[in-house]
């Protein structure tokens, strides 16, 4: 289920026409669709929730609300991959999160000494997915792994909202 969900999303034509008509359809819930996107971008789903950010900020909604609402959604699937990680499945990190084994022990090798701090960095695209996962693989501590995972992406989507604010005003 989960592959043929990623194949369509990875296909050329729903990255046309399908991706804007999903991004739209979020947003058209609001600060829950806002919600399911920043969940689903932060796991298997090539989706931008930034996207769906702007367009509930465009549509009026409340400013606070639409930042806790995807940086909450944003946390929980950054979450989801940590688990992922801390179950130590290989075969789904392969299959659902495209990490290969390798690449796994070269990103726990680097980050042995660095610690739960990382976990701010989940926001960053690619590298993101990898970090949390060998968060989790690592058995970081959790409390700390949600402490930083909030604070980067609760800054990346203020940084997202203020330059939303700029180019609509």
């Known amino acids: 289920c989960c592959n043929l969900i990623y194949s369509c999303f990875t296909s050329s034509v729903f990255s046309t026409y399908y991706l804007f008509y999903m991004l739209d359809f979020l947003a058209g819930y609001g600060c829950w669709g806002l919600f399911l996107a920043s969940f689903l971008a932060a796991t298997i789903v090539p989706l931008s929730s930034e996207a769906v950010l702007s367009l509930v900020l465009y549509s009026g909604a409340a400013p606070f ?7 909450l959604g944003n946390v929980l699937g950054a979450l989801t991959c940590y688990w992922i990680g801390r179950l130590g499945k290989i075969e789904w990190m392969e299959r659902y999160l495209k990490i290969s084994y390798d690449k796994l022990q070269k990103a726990v090798a680097w ?13 960053l695209p690619i590298v993101g997915d990898l970090i949390a996962v060998a968060l989790g693989y690592m058995r970081s501590n959790l409390l700390w792994v949600i ?22 005003n």
């Open 111 to 123: 980050m042995r000494n660095k610690g739960s701090v990382l976990a701010i960095f989940t926001f």
């Open 147 to 168: 402490i930083f995972t909030f604070l980067g992406k609760g800054l990346r989507y203020f940084v997202w909202m203020l330059m939303h604010d700029f180019v609509a």
């Open 65 to 71: 609300l639409c930042w806790f609402s995807a940086t």
